[in-house]
């Protein structure tokens, strides 16, 4: 079945430094990814998504490609901010029309101090 | 636009007992899911429904969990009698669906469940 791999936390960095987050992923056929963030006591929000292969999301300074070849969606941001601090899931989703589940990561906590 | 609203946010009950959650999706939002979040992992798929019908309940613990989504719109998951290991957040998402294509699920803010 699918399956989403992530590089396990807690992870802390200090503000303005660079971020990656692995994310790799199993699935049967050409699923759509996903990043989804959860700060303190909101529920999950999209961050970002690519739809197919080569496919670059991004928002709020982070970005993922889509890399079929290595079935990665690693997260990257060139300088965090105490302000991203959450906990990041990665999920994918397999087109399926009426059926579009998500199947998550464990998610990776992030902590950025001053 | 509203979000998607759950309630209670918090929960704590003895195992053995029953308890209810209620989802209100976004407005118009024909598929409604119910995920299970252990601490330490990524949410679960319980359940989906497409409009009032279910799409996908294979996760669904059926011997003591139900679920259902009257007229289409608000939802209530229900568990008796709970276990010790019921205790979790549970995440109601809509999305507009279907299409085929990788909607956006929209998220409420969950409810967080002691089963002591």
């Known amino acids: 079945g699918d399956s989403v791999t992530q590089m396990e936390g807690p992870v802390t960095l200090s503000e303005e430094a660079f971020l990656t987050i692995n994310c790799t992923y199993t699935?049967?056929?050409?699923?759509?990814l996903f990043w989804y963030v959860q700060y303190p006591g909101e529920g999950l929000q999209l961050l970002l998504k690519?739809?197919?292969?080569?496919d670059k999301g991004s928002n709020k300074g982070f970005e993922a490609t889509y890399r079929k070849e290595t079935t990665s969606f690693h997260l990257e941001k060139g300088s965090v901010q105490v302000s991203d601090s959450a906990v990041y899931f990665c999920?994918?989703?397999?087109?399926?029309?009426?059926?579009?589940?998500?199947?998550f990561g464990t998610g990776t906590r992030l902590t950025i101090i001053p | 636009e509203a979000g998607v609203a759950q309630s209670p946010r918090y929960k704590i009950i003895e195992k053995r007992q029953s308890v209810a959650f209620w989802c209100n999706p976004i407005s118009g939002h024909a598929t409604l899911y119910w995920y299970q979040q252990i601490l330490g992992q990524g949410p679960k798929l319980l359940i989906q429904?497409?409009?009032?019908?279910?799409?996908?309940d294979s996760q669904l613990p059926k011997d003591r969990f139900s679920a259902e989504r009257l007229k289409g719109v608000d939802s209530t998951l229900k568990i008796q009698p709970a276990k010790l290991e019921d205790s979790a957040v549970y995440l109601c998402?809509?999305?507009?669906?279907?299409?085929?294509?990788?909607?956006?699920?929209?998220f409420g803010p969950g409810t967080r469940l002691t089963v002591t």
């Open positions: 699935a049967t056929g050409y699923p759509s």
């Open positions: 998402a809509s999305s507009p669906g279907p299409s085929g294509r990788a909607l956006e699920q929209y």
């Open positions: 999920a994918l989703s397999e087109p399926s029309f009426g059926n579009e589940k998500l199947t």
């Open positions: 690519a739809t197919k292969a080569d």
């Open positions: 429904f497409q409009n009032n019908g279910v799409v996908d």
